[in-house]
């Protein structure tokens, strides 16, 4: 009996060995396909509106996850008691993809990478008038550090990073964590995921094909299939990392989303010439180690409720 309950607990860690391998695999994916739309977006940002390039990317991942959604209702699943979450939510969304894609445009893609690692900041600090968590010291900071890594990559007055595009990307992480301190705050209120997922979905096609109304310029066929490659490609890495961290602990995984700036730096070494300065790498190297010491206090912090 010893011996057969050994072979099964022996079993079970091995499964559990290679569920938490696919899920490395998969967030280390998704940040590689990350990376190749950010490339692709910097190309065709020459030429098409960034809110365009928004709405092609929203009209692509509803058109891939309608199935899901039609399984579940349709517009049925859009039925909801939380509206004002939903709205913050898409607005917040929507910003934050805006902004994000602007700074591929007009910035090197690794730096806008990197200033994408501030949302763990910010949704830090949000998560005490929005969630009501407490935040102690530790968790400040880190934030703290983590802030000083973004000086060193901006180092206003140095010239290296034209500053007002770098606070807009920096603005835009601040819009993700909102958007993310929102679904946290409906899955408390007990919204389901395909709800939130619908109301992204439909909501951010609509804002953003409104918006780009005024701006539209018609792509020619190869501006078109970047556009549609964009949301493909986008829509597969954000499926790729939702498996990532269906099948593995937020703790093992998310670290390895910092892989991203590896890839970025890459693609824009080879295809742009962008040399990143040792003040952005070491500014890099702070936020990285901030934000993961944010993930090691908030898996103590619920380890501990």
Known sequence: MRQAADQAEAAGEGETRRRRARAIAAVIGASATFAVAAAMVKTVAERIPTIEIVFFRSIIALVALWPMIARQGGLRTLATRRPFWHVVRVTS???GMVTAFYG???LPIATVTALGFTMP???TALSIPLLREKVGIRRWSAVIVGFGGVLLILRPGGG???????????FGAFCWALAMAAI???GELGESNVTI????????AVVAGLAMIPVWVTPDWWDFTLLVLIGVISTGAQLLMTEAYRRAEASIVAPFEYIGILWTGL???VIWGER???????GVAVLVASGLYILHREVVRRRSQ
Do not use: D, N, Q
């Not at 990073?161 to 770098?166: F, Q, Y």
């Not at 997922?197 to 951010?204: D, L, M, Q």
């Not at 990143?276 to 070491?282: C, E, F, I």
């Open 160 to 170: 290296e990073i034209a500053l007002i595009p770098a606070l807009i990307v920096v």
């Open 104 to 106: 591929y445009a007009v």
């Open 267 to 269: 693609l824009g070494f």
């Open 276 to 282: 990143p300065s040792l003040w952005t790498l070491a």
């Open 121 to 123: 900041l910010f949704l």
């Open 184 to 186: 946290r705050r409906m």
């Open 93 to 95: 969304g929507v910003v």
């Open 197 to 204: 997922i619908a109301w992204f979905s439909v909501g951010g």
